[in-house]
């Protein structure tokens, strides 16, 4: 994150100091806040650590799907767009936004002029970077000097509008299906997922599915998600005047059904039509939801302007919660481009009620969300939810509770399934920070049972698995090495399992997280056996001969200082006992040692370089947070 902010200093100025004329229609409502979003903030390198992985896309907060300007085949730790980029292939309606996971059935629309180039190497269009605007709402580029292509959204349905100029034969496609890079090394390890298309000129639709899923190597076994697709329906407001289909480059001129790989279907306008509107409504659930979430969410003949509109509406209502005195244009957009990255992951995918779930292949009614990235989200993110999007909770609770009933278990990373991307079931956490904050709203009896299934229950074969990062072919990974040592002696055992200290550590924190859930429901005695476990076990890593925290073994050595961390090291997991401070304190020498241990750890590199500048921040919470919940900050207006 530290990283990412640095570089997004740079993009501003370098970037957004050739200030771009947004046209007044698409900067309202007037938000000050809004106009300080710069997606582009935290886009730039071709690999995530050179970046924040942030995808520049145009759609409202906690949408189903995002829109972008392709500009090269995204998978796992590669985005759909990069700054530096000179081609756009297509706008892409992804379910990412970020790089950090894989897409997901994704629909793709491509306008071009003259020859029709379903492939995408084929297919890209020079774009004048000085002329591109993107915002949170609205999104312009120039294609080729042939094409103006706009680009709105709500949660389910892409708005794009081409202008074309300068051509007889103007023609927009939709893919279905690529080629699909699996896992997140080899861009030449591929899969062909079979799709369909469906055209109706009648109905000016083309419609169709796509069952890639990039992440499908590393689900666990037992909920495959066989019958996942993305859905479309892309209605246009213009007659077609021929239409197609195409795979792999070969045109199929006057078809209007296919199944197949690397598939697209296409339609052409005549000369006069030179404006086309596109609305493409996506679906977990089928082509006819598809097209009842187009009509639901962007009715036949709503202009581009007014979709944009209420788009930028709902971010400003959002971001105007907050306002900032004495800050620096920089800072602002800063400041408001972080605010509105915080309010995109878990991304709803419920559609009328009713949800696609991958972990048992089957259609229920209730709330859903994907995009728990929960290792990442538990300790910050979580909180600043709770506070700025409380009317979400009850459904994002109640959607963890759906995969714990479906699949067995409280999501880890859950990208249409579980992922088992990185470790501890935070989950517990989760649930226990809402419940204790007075979130209500969800079934208190049903979490608590999946909380201690998480703190009781271990996986499957815990003894010879080692859950490493990735593991393929094995089962929910919840918590390695509960079994083997952790119940007994408190520590997970390095030589049985990865990241074992940074698990012992986590599965302290969330044991920690689950008695203070028993206290609020009157379960005394299980608060004091998870109270007990959560404040006790971190000190077992404890090694007195050089004070930090280290990895064991199952006999009880020591696996040395650097073995068993992820994403960290002894420094940064020696302070990670935020539940017992007093007894770190204690334990490396009382309070003046432990402050200047802080020091010592913060002047070793690891500080945030704070700018000279404090604004001052005033929250404007007013409309839920603090009335709803027991979470209002103490400087809440
Ligand atoms: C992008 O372009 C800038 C300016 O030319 C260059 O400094 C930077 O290294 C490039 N980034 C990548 C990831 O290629
Ligand atoms: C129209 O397109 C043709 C071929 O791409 C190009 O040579 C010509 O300059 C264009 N005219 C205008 C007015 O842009
Ligand atoms: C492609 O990726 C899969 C899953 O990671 C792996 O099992 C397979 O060996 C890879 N194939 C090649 C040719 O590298
Ligand atoms: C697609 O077409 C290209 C170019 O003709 C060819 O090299 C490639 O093998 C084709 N892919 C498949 C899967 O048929
Ligand atoms: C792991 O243990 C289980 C149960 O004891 C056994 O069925 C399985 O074959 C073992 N797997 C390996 C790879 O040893
Ligand atoms: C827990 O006990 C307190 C005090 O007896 C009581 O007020 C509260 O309603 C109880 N809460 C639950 C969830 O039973
Ligand atoms: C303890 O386990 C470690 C790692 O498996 C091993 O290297 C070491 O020899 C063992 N020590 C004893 C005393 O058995
Ligand atoms: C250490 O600091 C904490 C927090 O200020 C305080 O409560 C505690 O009494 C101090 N301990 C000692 C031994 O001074």
């Known amino acids: 994150m530290m990283l990412a902010t640095q570089l997004a200093c740079v993009f501003l100025t370098s970037t957004f100091s050739e200030a771009k004329v947004i046209p007044f229609t698409f900067r309202e409502p007037v938000s000050d806040a809004v106009d300080h979003v710069n997606p582009l903030i935290g886009n730039g390198g071709v690999i995530p650590s050179h970046t924040g992985g942030m995808i520049p896309s145009t759609a409202p907060p906690f949408a189903m799907t995002r829109w972008v300007a392709q500009t090269r085949q995204n998978y796992v730790s590669v985005p ?8 756009i292939h297509g706008f892409q309606g992804t379910h990412q936004p970020a790089i950090w996971m894989g897409e997901s059935g994704p629909a ?18 020079a774009f004048d970077k000085a002329k591109e605007i993107t915002t949170a709402s609205y999104y312009s580029v120039e294609l080729g000097g042939q094409i103006l292509a706009e680009q709105s959204a709500t949660s389910r349905v892409g708005h794009l509008r081409f202008t074309f100029t300068n051509t007889s034969t103007p023609f927009v496609l939709l893919e279905a299906t690529r080629s699909s ?14 799709g369909t298309i469906n055209i109706d000129p009648h109905k000016r639709e083309i419609t169709g599915s796509n069952p890639e899923r990039q992440d499908w190597i590393i689900g666990p076994l037992s909920t495959p998600a066989k019958n996942f697709k993305g859905y479309f329906c ?3 407001d213009r007659p077609f005047a021929s239409w197609g289909t195409a795979t792999n480059g070969t045109i199929h001129r006057g078809e209007t059904q296919r199944t197949g790989t690397q598939l697209s279907g296409f339609a052409t306008f005549s000369q006069d039509e030179s404006v086309v509107n596109v609305r493409v409504g996506v679906s977990f659930i089928s082509v006819d939801q598809a097209r009842r979430n187009l009509d639901a969410e962007i009715r036949d003949g709503t202009t581009l302007e007014a979709t944009a509109r209420r788009t930028r509406a709902a971010w400003a209502e959002k971001l105007d919660r907050i ?14 481009t972080a605010f509105f990255h915080t309010l995109q992951y878990p ?10 779930s991958g972990f048992d292949d089957t259609i229920h009614n209730g709330p859903s969300y994907n995009g728990y990235s929960i290792w990442d989200t538990y300790r910050a993110e979580w909180a600043w939810l709770i506070l700025f999007a409380p009317e979400r909770m009850p459904g994002m609770i109640t959607s963890m509770l759906n995969d714990y009933v479906e699949g067995g278990w409280l999501p880890k990373w859950k990208n249409i399934v579980e992922t088992n991307i990185m470790v501890g079931t935070h989950a517990d956490s989760q649930i226990a920070e809402a419940v204790v904050k007075g979130i209500r709203g969800f079934d208190m009896d049903l979490a608590y049972q999946a909380v201690l299934k998480d703190a009781l229950v271990p996986p499957v074969n815990d003894g010879n698995i080692s859950y490493g990062d990735r593991q393929e072919n094995v089962d929910y990974e919840v918590r390695a090495g509960l079994s083997t040592v952790y119940a007994d002696k408190g520590w997970v055992a390095n030589d049985i399992h990865s990241e074992a200290g ?9 044991d920690y997280a689950i008695s203070r859930f028993a206290e609020v429901t009157n379960k005394s005695s299980d608060a004091e056996f998870f109270r007990n476990r959560g404040l006790e076990n971190p000190f077992v890593l404890f090694n007195s001969e050089t004070g930090f925290m280290e990895s064991r073994n199952a006999n009880g050595s020591w696996a040395g200082p650097d073995a068993g961390w992820t994403e960290g090291d002894k420094w940064i997991y020696t302070f990670d006992v935020v539940q017992n401070v007093p007894k770190l304190a204690a334990k490396r020498g009382g309070n003046a040692s432990f402050v200047s241990f802080l020091d010592q750890h913060f002047d070793g590199g690891k500080a945030i370089t704070s700018t000279p500048v404090n604004p001052r921040i005033t929250f404007h919470t007013g409309r839920g947070a603090c009335e709803d919940t027991a979470t209002c900050p103490t400087n809440c207006s």
């Open 502 to 510: 940074s698990r012992t550590l986590d599965y302290a924190y969330d």
């Open 347 to 356: 991304y709803e995918t419920s559609e009328e009620g009713r949800y696609y």
């Open 234 to 236: 892309a209605r246009f």
């Open 80 to 87: 759909p767009y990069i700054l530096n980029d000179t081609s």
């Open 323 to 336: 306002q900032i005195e004495g800050a620096t244009e920089k800072q602002k957009n800063i400041f408001y």
């Open 181 to 194: 890079v699996i896992g997140h090394s080899d861009p030449t390890n591929t899969t062909l997922p079979v």
């Open 108 to 125: 793709i629309v491509v306008p071009g002029a003259g020859t029709i180039r379903p492939v995408f190497e084929d297919r890209g269009m």
